[in-house]
């Protein structure tokens, strides 16, 4: 249960992010995977595979961390 209530945590923190810096999210990493961590970016990387990897090689737990991909300003991505 500990760990549902970390997870929900970070995800409120970095939709926050996301939501309030995402114009200046898009000028830094503008086409890029970022990952996220109570709020905060960790890291990034144009290939998730190689952001993935990063993270691993990092020893971070990926079950805890927010990947979320970054799309050049006047991109739109259609989910």
Known sequence: MEMELQ???NLEKSNKLINH????LQR???DQFIALDNGKVIAH???VEA?????EDK????A???IEY?????????Y
Request: proline fraction near 3%; avoid cysteine; charge should be positive.
């Open 51 to 55: 952001l993935r990897k990063s993270l």
């Open 28 to 30: 830094r990493y503008g």
């Open 64 to 66: 805890t961390v927010i």
């Open 70 to 78: 970054i799309p050049k300003k006047g991109v739109m991505v259609l």
């Open 7 to 9: 997870l929900i945590k």
């Open 45 to 47: 990387d144009q290939k």
């Open 21 to 24: 810096k995402y114009a200046d």
């Open 59 to 62: 020893g971070l737990a990926l």
